[in-house]
């Protein structure tokens, strides 16, 4: 139970053994000095843990946090990006035997120091560690086998006493130990298990099946590298590409292989294992055209070898285009799922038509990019000119999707003109998309129906606008005089809502139920308007009519000079 909380507390719930790693080295460094058992200071000084050493349950604690560093650091080595290299190897095995070691070790004191229960639990927790140890060597898978079969024993008998947690603690790590089980019985040659089953095993999750899915993985690669040696071309709209890179092979029949996962269980497929599936297939293709132009590189001025490589690249460009559609489909057809259910089980956010008109620019932008793709290219096959023909028409019907669902936002933003005008386009496209389906001889019936469909909305969605804006344009002089009516200068229409700063002496809510999202009830904003005094405002309207006396006799009189005197 201890373990179990830390690991999914502290990054295993999403595979980070880095984090998990830095956490049981911290917890550690806390538990030695929290029992001053430090290792001196300056020069290093060992201290063992022993049975007399073992006064309190935090001296297992650091045993067992030492076993999980170990065992942490050894997984983070193995989830590299391109695996580890054969020195990298050499320390992933030293680190487990280092957890096997401290596992060894703790087993031994609980079987002194502790009761049955722990006792039991540190058993199966150390022939575990064991297990793992030879799992990853590659050797004595009948010693492997025995110590997953002890543990899972152990497992097994503690599920049936103690609480309902315990028990589905110990329900689950049986459950994890389970393919480890299986896979040592198929490298024996005690079980018929097929590959098809290790892929399903290998889809479970857990901590205790990390070192299965990175063997799994290793298999499956060496399986696809031998498949990969019969495989000499590569088959696209009647071109047929020479492939010389065993690289690009193993590349290429990965991604198929994940396609025929994809589409032998479409419909029952879980949405989010959909898509990890599609990642996988864009990864795998991604590989096998960055494989593809490092041979344009280095492939000098052979033209003959640089015209199969150029064609080659667009092929698998071309497919990895064909993906990104299809991937994009089944993110339209989650959201359009979430756009009909107004709120369900999981609390899911509900989908905006905002967010399907950008799924389909994004579709739009993809077909374009595909039309473009296969146009390029002085010499088209019959083919290519086809599949040119279905990419415009695809663009035709999911502009009047996209038209569609742009209406239905413009809808709810209460624009009943842009609306209407918009289902009535929207229809038109729908219209003339499948008038040219059925002129150019393409069938596509999940398509079509789905436009039909699509076609009986708009018209119903067109009518319903036109209604309610009519309605609308009918009650709006009465809605204004209401809300002219309800207008007021004071304020009083918002007295009713309790404000914080109104009552500060009363203890009660004034922010509202949690459950409602509405504002908080704080202060009036804006201020009511109030009255307040004024200076009186006073007009001289007699300043017109009245015949003031003349003033010259009080006026100075300008002096005048000698020479002006002279001349009057």
Same mark, same amino acid.
Not at 96 to 119: E, I, M, N, P, Y
Not at 161 to 188: A, F
Not at 225 to 241: C, D, N, P
Not at 530 to 539: A, G, H, T
């Given at each position: 139970?201890?373990?179990? /909380?830390?690991?999914?507390? =502290?990054?295993?719930? =999403?595979?980070?053994?880095?984090?998990?790693?830095?956490?049981? %080295?911290?917890?550690?460094?806390?538990?030695?000095? /929290?029992?001053?058992?430090?290792?001196?200071?300056?020069?290093?000084?060992?201290?063992?843990?022993?049975?007399?050493?073992?006064?309190?349950?935090? #001296?297992?604690?650091? $045993?067992?946090?030492? *076993?999980?560093?170990?065992?942490?650091?050894?997984?983070? +080595?193995?989830?590299?990006?391109?695996?580890?290299?054969?020195?990298?190897?050499?320390? @992933?095995?030293?680190?487990?035997?280092?957890?096997?070691?401290?596992?060894?070790?703790?087993?031994?004191?609980? *079987?002194?120091?502790?009761?049955?229960?722990?006792?039991?639990?540190?058993?199966? #927790?150390?022939?575990?560690?064991?297990?793992?140890?030879?799992?990853?060597?590659?050797?004595?898978?009948?010693? *492997?086998?025995?110590?997953? +079969?002890?543990?899972?024993?152990?497992?097994?008998?503690?599920? &049936?006493?103690?609480?309902?947690?315990?028990?589905?603690?110990?329900?689950?790590?049986?459950?994890? @130990?389970?393919?480890?089980?299986?896979?040592?019985?198929? &490298?024996?040659?005690?079980?018929?298990?097929?590959?098809?089953?290790?892929?399903?095993?290998?889809?479970?999750?857990?901590?205790?099946?990390?070192?299965?899915?990175?063997?799994?993985?290793?298999?499956?690669?060496?399986?696809?590298?031998?498949?990969? $040696?019969?495989?000499?071309?590569?088959?696209?709209?009647?071109?047929?590409?020479?492939?010389?890179?065993?690289?690009?092979?193993?590349?290429?029949?990965?991604?198929?292989?994940?396609?025929?996962?994809?589409?032998?269980?479409?419909?029952?497929?879980?949405?989010?294992?959909?898509?990890?599936?599609?990642?996988?297939?864009?990864?795998?293709?991604?590989?096998?055209?960055?494989?593809?132009?490092?041979?344009?590189?280095?492939?000098?001025?052979?033209?003959?070898?640089?015209?199969?490589?150029?064609?080659?690249?667009? *092929?698998?460009?071309?497919?990895?285009?064909?993906?990104?559609?299809?991937?994009?489909?089944?993110?339209?057809?989650?959201?359009?799922? +979430?756009?009909?259910?107004?709120?369900?089980?999981?609390?899911?956010?509900? %989908?905006?038509?905002?967010?399907?008109?950008?799924?389909?620019?994004?579709?739009?932008?993809?077909?374009?990019?595909?039309?473009?793709?296969?146009?390029?290219?002085?010499?088209?096959?019959?083919?290519?000119?086809?599949?040119?023909?279905?990419?415009?028409?695809?663009? @035709?019907?999911?502009?009047?999707?996209?038209?569609?669902?742009?209406?239905?936002? #413009?809808?709810?933003?209460?624009?009943? !003109?842009?609306?209407?005008?918009?289902?009535?386009?929207?229809?038109?496209?729908?219209?003339?998309?499948?008038?040219?389906?059925?002129?150019?001889?393409?069938?596509?019936?999940?398509?079509?129906?789905?436009?039909? %469909?699509?076609?009986?909305?708009?018209?119903?969605?067109?009518?319903?606008?036109?209604?309610?804006?009519?309605?609308?344009?009918? &009650?709006?002089?009465?809605?204004?005089?209401?809300?002219?009516?309800?207008?007021?200068? %004071?304020?009083?229409?918002?007295? /009713? !809502?309790?404000?914080?700063?109104?009552?500060?002496?009363?203890?009660?809510?004034?922010?509202?139920?949690?459950?409602?999202?509405?504002?908080? =009830?704080?202060?009036?904003?804006?201020? !009511?308007?109030?009255?307040?005094?004024?200076?009186?405002?006073?007009?001289?309207?007699?300043?017109?009519?009245?015949?003031?006396?003349?003033?010259?006799?009080?006026?100075? +009189?300008?002096?005048?000079?000698?020479?002006?005197? @002279?001349?009057?």
């Amino acid at each position: 139970m201890l373990l179990k /909380s830390a690991q999914m507390q =502290h990054g295993l719930r =999403h595979g980070d053994y880095t984090r998990y790693r830095r956490y049981c %080295t911290a917890r550690l460094r806390r538990l030695y000095k /929290s029992l001053k058992f430090t290792h001196g200071r300056g020069k290093y000084a060992k201290r063992a843990i022993t049975q007399s050493t073992v006064s309190e349950v935090r #001296y297992l604690h650091v $045993v067992l946090y030492t *076993a999980e560093r170990a065992w942490s650091h050894a997984m983070e +080595k193995r989830q590299l990006p391109d695996g580890p290299n054969p020195r990298q190897r050499i320390y @992933l095995i030293g680190r487990l035997r280092k957890a096997v070691k401290w596992a060894t070790l703790f087993a031994q004191l609980c *079987a002194s120091k502790g009761d049955s229960k722990t006792s039991l639990e540190a058993e199966a #927790y150390a022939s575990y560690m064991t297990g793992n140890l030879l799992f990853e060597q590659d050797q004595n898978w009948d010693t *492997a086998l025995l110590n997953f +079969k002890r543990a899972r024993a152990v497992y097994e008998e503690l599920g &049936k006493v103690g609480d309902l947690e315990n028990q589905v603690l110990c329900r689950e790590r049986v459950e994890e @130990l389970e393919p480890s089980i299986r896979y040592c019985l198929h &490298k024996i040659g005690k079980s018929n298990l097929q590959a098809s089953e290790l892929l399903h095993i290998g889809e479970m999750e857990g901590p205790a099946l990390d070192l299965f899915k990175a063997k799994l993985e290793a298999v499956m690669s060496e399986a696809r590298s031998q498949q990969a $040696v019969s495989m000499t071309e590569f088959h696209w709209l009647g071109h047929r590409f020479p492939i010389s890179n065993a690289k690009t092979r193993v590349s290429i029949l990965k991604a198929r292989e994940l396609e025929k996962d994809l589409q032998g269980s479409a419909d029952s497929l879980p949405v989010e294992k959909g898509l990890s599936i599609f990642d996988k297939i864009f990864a795998a293709y991604h590989e096998a055209r960055s494989s593809i132009r490092s041979d344009l590189v280095s492939a000098g001025n052979a033209e003959s070898v640089k015209d199969d490589l150029s064609g080659l690249d667009k *092929a698998v460009s071309a497919v990895l285009g064909q993906r990104t559609i299809e991937r994009n489909q089944l993110l339209v057809k989650i959201a359009k799922s +979430k756009l009909v259910r107004r709120h369900d089980e999981k609390n899911e956010k509900v %989908t905006k038509p905002e967010e399907l008109v950008r799924l389909y620019d994004l579709l739009l932008q993809n077909i374009a990019d595909l039309s473009d793709l296969v146009s390029s290219g002085r010499d088209r096959r019959q083919e290519e000119v086809t599949f040119a023909e279905e990419c415009s028409l695809k663009s @035709l019907a999911f502009r009047g999707e996209r038209c569609f669902y742009l209406a239905k936002s #413009y809808s709810l933003a209460g624009k009943r !003109a842009e609306a209407y005008v918009l289902y009535c386009h929207a229809r038109s496209l729908i219209e003339d998309a499948i008038q040219k389906f059925h002129t150019a001889n393409i069938s596509d019936p999940k398509l079509i129906e789905e436009l039909k %469909t699509l076609i009986e909305e708009c018209r119903a969605n067109s009518c319903i606008e036109h209604a309610t804006g009519i309605i609308e344009e009918v &009650k709006a002089p009465e809605n204004l005089s209401k809300k002219i009516s309800n207008m007021s200068l %004071t304020g009083a229409e918002k007295k /009713s !809502a309790k404000y914080l700063l109104q009552s500060l002496n009363n203890y009660e809510s004034a922010v509202g139920d949690s459950n409602i999202k509405t504002a908080p =009830h704080i202060e009036v904003f804006p201020p !009511a308007f109030q009255v307040i005094p004024r200076n009186p405002i006073v007009l001289d309207i007699a300043f017109n009519f009245i015949d003031f006396p003349s003033l010259e006799n009080r006026m100075k +009189k300008d002096r005048k000079g000698f020479i002006s005197r @002279l001349w009057g």
